[in-house]
């Protein structure tokens, strides 16, 4: 949730505001020629910019931007929010609609524990109060994709408030420098997630989806811009972006975009923008009714949510029936920035390559079973990890869990490179050749495509000879005091043993006949 | 095996004495399930010009009757219900059978599931005959603003309206005098009194079940708020619909409660701790209750004759040993037009879900998604529906939520704050008129719109559900015109045992006469041969 956050370099003030929701709205292409886009009203976010000091630039151009998040995280749970129907991923549309999803009439919603779970935890660890008592609220628009005509949300008291998260970004010539930087979270609240809408314009159709349980995070961005020392700027809301990418260069744009328009003599207005990602610039979303009244009242079918701690823990209370924060917080994991500095710690890591083990799904635990079953240093782990890995499952869009290499695969051809059986260049090799995943060993690689390095001291000092003696003019430069004519020797003894020698070798013997 | 036999009682339409045990007949093969059916379907068709029913559920209701038989021939009884005709108000959903709200809106809608005390009925092998009348969404006071038309009071065709009518008036058209049953249950009290069904669910949000209930001579139970479920029922207003009972004597709302209530995992607002079977003890001694008369009840608009049956009840309460005194509901009269803004509040909220997409009805209009809204929802609801949409939405803006909305909360918790009091101070129940009038000719009653009529009638029973209490209608007395009176009783929240323990030693005290409807009925006495369907009662 916070990694947008990381990206965020825009000058001035700003603050988060973190919701957690039932499931996403994100949408995927949709198939058949249909235009999947989606059209809402205006946020439901309640702008209250904190006051902090500030820090304006320097130079001509004093502007300051504030920017807040409505980030929409679906909650990893078996059912919905408020019905028992599934949640998965590509289910069929429309499979996995309850009653109470489709709005019958009569119908009435169930909290689901695990999400107020989730909640709670997510409140945990991002340092927020998390309030015993919580309440549900309706917020009332029409749209074909949210069947009930409201949204059941918690707008008036969340269950959890005033977080902050600290995060750290790398500046500096060589990214060396971290900074920390802290965003505070206004609120998290539980909220019901509405369909999906695809618009079919060539057949002016609007098909719907209420299975509601696609893409994991959308985040709506509110940006303004000011002169520091004057008044707010209007704001407007860029909405539904999908990734951590698309949300800073869509804030980096936005803001440009409202400097340059106050600098010509424009007027920001109060409204909702899209994000066109091919284009990479925001524009404003068709929005007729204009400013909407969301007419938010009580949801009269959910009692308070009261939770509990091991202090107000009513005696005799089932486990099932209550849910008691403390216990959630023992359940905590690790939270990022701890698991961070102890890589730092035990492994002597960089900072940056701390996030970036953390930042991938997979990569760290990656990371861990290498260096279980390696010798290697971490640094050189840490390098294999995060170049050579990373960089062949970005290459082809993979995620960790499918990379074809294993950790032990990269443990053992890690272990052959540190006792020197075989070269950096045929590691790489070796790791190609792993790649392809056809269920050879790195030593069975080695062997099957000779790359292990030369040994034998006699037939390397030999070939070394040969080479002199069929060089005489390279010799010679070595000898008139060119210290780069070695190299050029070392490389044709390299190539003469299909690059199995290691250099360092080739050299001591090389500069040993020479002196001689 | 049941906790203590109980036995139906069949009532001769002629005298309330003359019982045979319709449990007990049923039991020893006097009568079949499918006979009792038969009968009341019978009824049903010779009653339809009431216009109790929108939909009647025969196929259904046979065959459940099919099953209830075999279930007896095995000695395999389900309970006190089993095999006896029910009616549903048309607002709680059932699985398989058309469920409009009486509402062009959801004309044809059938849903694909029960309402949590629909499943408990049949669980319990009740009949389902059909669907009610109601006015269209619930909203209103006389059962007159659906979109099937009126629902006609049975007292209309009473010998004992009737005859009092020939005495006073001279030569005026009957049929065109027939009287409202009050609403907006007004269906279901019509099928119960006239005998077409034993029992029959009703809503309540502001009287709905008790106000029919006393127009029709009946026993008219809204629960305490969370003691039945709401799943399935269509919503009118979340925070103080209640399902309602209405039968014919208080034991038989007392054995349908005890069906009904308790947890359901379905709707969140329903109480966690497990609730008892109702066993109603009879009581004899009185001496030992207070009865609260609240002063702020007396109003104006009472008529002499429902004021002085109130007072005579009081009196009997008070001769029999109990004792009775005034007491304060101080924010009464702020009670109607806090449930104004409160009512249309959440009316339009829940309406917004009627906008033709998923289920009923869908206008022709497809320039726009929007057009398509505005003119479903203008064709699909009627006048006092769409205004009360416009009302609760007028409330519910940012600029008018604090002035109205919230306000109305805060008035909300006066009023059952005042309750609260009141049975602090040692009052077990308050005595109350359920209507200001017995039931008015249909002609008189349109004269006024559906508003004002609710809110004049509404007066008495609305504040309960503001303050999610118990109340019950009981029949006392038939007024000079011959229609029955009923007075309410308001218990303390969750007291609804002891709540129908005392009305049940008022129905006995009063001894309210059973509807006589023998023309009405002619044809049927062949049916029944000597034994003609009146009421049944549960005796232990």
Redesign the interface.
């Known amino acids: 949730m916070a990694a947008p956050m990381l990206r965020l370099c825009c000058p001035g003030r700003r603050w988060a505001l973190a919701c957690i929701d039932g499931c996403s709205r994100h949408r995927r292409g949709a198939p058949n020629g249909c235009t999947s886009s989606r059209r809402r009203g205006q946020s439901s976010v309640a702008q209250q910019p904190f006051i902090t000091a500030q820090k304006p630039r320097k130079g001509e151009h004093e502007w300051a931007a504030v920017v807040g998040l409505e980030i929409h995280a679906q909650i990893s749970s078996k059912s919905k929010l408020f019905s028992g129907s599934q949640v998965h991923f590509a289910a069929p549309p429309n499979s996995l609609v309850s009653f109470f999803d489709a709005s019958l009439p009569g119908t009435l919603p169930v909290l689901n524990r695990r999400c107020v779970e989730a909640a709670v935890m997510t409140g945990l660890a991002l340092n927020c109060r998390i309030n015993k008592k919580s309440l549900f609220d309706r917020k009332h628009y029409f749209y074909a994709d949210l069947p009930a005509g409201y949204q059941i949300t918690q707008q008036r008291l969340p269950i959890a408030v005033n977080g902050s998260l600290v995060y750290s970004f790398c500046a500096g010539k060589n990214r060396s420098q971290v900074i920390n930087k802290t965003a505070r979270v206004k609120q998290i609240q539980l909220e019901q997630d509405s369909g999906k809408s695809l618009h079919d314009d060539l057949r002016s159709q609007t098909l719907i989806d209420l299975n509601r349980a696609e893409g994991q995070l959308r985040v709506d961005a509110n940006i303004s811009v000011h002169h520091p020392g004057e008044p707010l700027g209007v704001r407007t809301e860029v909405k539904n972006l999908n990734s951590a990418r698309f949300l800073a260069k869509a804030i980096d744009y936005e803001i440009q975009r409202q400097i340059n328009e106050l600098e010509n003599g424009g007027e920001i207005l109060n409204e909702t923008r899209s994000f066109d990602s091919k284009l990479g610039c925001t524009i404003p979303m068709r929005d007729k009714e204009g400013k909407q009244d969301y007419r938010f009242m009580p949801e009269p079918n959910l009692p308070p949510l009261l939770l509990y701690d091991t202090e107000s823990l009513p005696a005799g209370a089932d486990p099932q029936q209550v849910i008691d924060i403390d216990r959630i917080r023992e359940q905590l994991p690790e939270l990022p920035s701890v698991t961070r500095e102890k890589l730092v710690q035990q492994y002597g890591m960089l900072p940056e390559h701390s996030f970036t083990l953390l930042n991938e799904v997979g990569l760290l635990e990656f990371f861990q079973n290498v260096m279980k079953e390696t010798r290697a240093e971490p640094k050189k782990v840490t390098s294999w990890v995060l170049n050579t890995l990373l960089g062949f499952l970005k290459q082809q869009n993979l995620a960790v869990s499918e990379s074809p290499v294993t950790p032990s695969a990269l443990a053992e051809l890690l272990n052959l490179l540190d006792r020197k059986a075989i070269s950096s260049s045929a590691a790489k090799q070796v790791f190609e050749e792993l790649w392809r995943n056809e269920g050879k060993t790195p030593a069975q690689i080695v062997s099957e495509k000779k790359l292990e390095l030369m040994q034998d001291q006699e037939a390397l000092e030999q070939l070394c000879h040969a080479v002199m003696e069929g060089h005489p003019q390279v010799v010679m430069d070595v000898k008139k005091g060119n210290p780069r004519a070695i190299n050029k020797l070392i490389g044709l003894v390299r190539k003469a043993t299909l690059s199995r020698a290691d250099p360092t070798v080739i050299k001591e013997i090389l500069e040993k006949k020479l002196a001689s | 095996m049941p906790l203590k036999r109980m036995h139906f009682q069949f009532c001769l339409q002629t005298s309330y004495k003359a019982a045979i045990k319709v449990s007990a007949a049923l039991k020893q093969g006097h009568i079949t399930p499918t006979e009792l059916c038969q009968k009341c379907l019978s009824i049903i068709k010779k009653t339809k010009f009431l216009n109790a029913y929108i939909t009647v559920s025969e196929e259904v209701a046979l065959k459940q009757a099919e099953e209830s038989e075999k279930r007896y021939k095995k000695g395999h009884s389900l309970g006190d219900l089993d095999g006896i005709p029910i009616a549903v108000k048309d607002n ?2 059932t699985s398989g059978i058309e ?1 409009t ?1 009486a509402s062009n809106m ?1 004309r044809g ?1 059938v ?3 029960n ?1 949590t005390v629909v499943q408990k009925l049949l669980d319990q092998g009740a009949l389902l005959m059909g669907k009610t009348n109601l006015d269209e969404f619930a909203m209103g006071s006389g059962s007159t603003d659906g979109v099937f038309g009126p629902v006609k009071n049975p007292w209309s065709y009473s010998k004992q309206y009737r005859e009092k009518r020939k005495q006073k008036s001279h030569c005026e058209n009957e049929d065109s005098n027939w009287l409202i049953t009050g609403g907006s249950s007004g269906g279901s009290a019509a099928a119960v009194s006239a005998f077409t069904c034993f029992a029959a669910l009703g809503s309540d949000t502001g009287g709905s079940t008790r106000n029919p209930a006393a127009h029709c001579g009946l026993v008219g139970l809204k629960p305490s708020y969370g003691l039945v479920s ?6 009118l ?3 103080m619909d209640v399902p309602g009972i209405l039968t014919r004597c208080v034991d038989d709302a007392a054995i349908v409660l005890g069906v009904l209530a308790g947890h359901d ?5 329903t109480i ?1 701790d497990p609730v008892k079977p109702f066993v109603l003890p009879s009581l004899t001694d009185v001496s030992k209750l207070c009865i609260g008369i609240p002063k702020e009840y007396l109003t104006p608009e009472l008529s002499s004759e429902v004021r002085s049956l109130w007072s005579k009840a009081a009196n009997l309460f008070e001769s029999e040993g109990a004792k009775v005194i005034e007491v304060s509901l101080p924010h009464t009269s702020y009670s109607i037009v806090c449930y104004h803004v409160l009512c249309t ?2 009316v ?2 829940n ?5 033709g ?3 009923g009805h869908r206008c022709d209009i497809d320039v726009s ?2 057009a398509m ?1 505005a003119a479903t929802r203008r064709e699909g609801f009627n006048d006092v529906v769409r205004g009360r949409i416009l009302s609760g ?1 007028f409330f ?3 600029e008018n ?1 604090e002035n109205y ?1 919230v306000k109305a909360q805060k008035v909300r918790r006066l009023i059952a704050n005042d309750f609260v009091t009141v049975f602090n101070s040692g009052v077990d129940v308050l005595l109350t008129p359920t209507t200001l009038s017995e039931a008015v000719p249909y002609t008189e009653f349109i004269k006024e719109d559906n508003r004002t009529r609710s809110a004049q009638d509404d007066i008495f029973t609305q504040a309960a559900n503001m303050a999610g209490l118990p109340a019950v209608s009981v029949p006392m007395a038939l007024s000079n015109q011959g229609l029955p009176i009923g007075l309410q009783f308001i218990g303390r929240a969750f007291c609804d045992q002891e709540l129908l323990t005392i009305a049940k030693w008022f129905e006995k005290q009063v001894q309210f006469p059973v509807i006589q409807l023998q023309e009405l009925m002619d044809d049927c006495s062949s049916v029944f041969e000597n034994e003609k369907l009146a009421s049944v009662s549960l005796k232990q």
């Open positions: 709680f959903s469920t709200c959801l809608y849903p694909p599931y309402a709401r799943h399935g029922l269509i919503p207003v979340n925070s995992p379905k709707d969140s607002t966690q509040s959440e339009a909220s309406m917004a879900r009627f906008d997409l998923e289920y998604t929007e809204y939405n519910l803006l940012k939520y909305f």
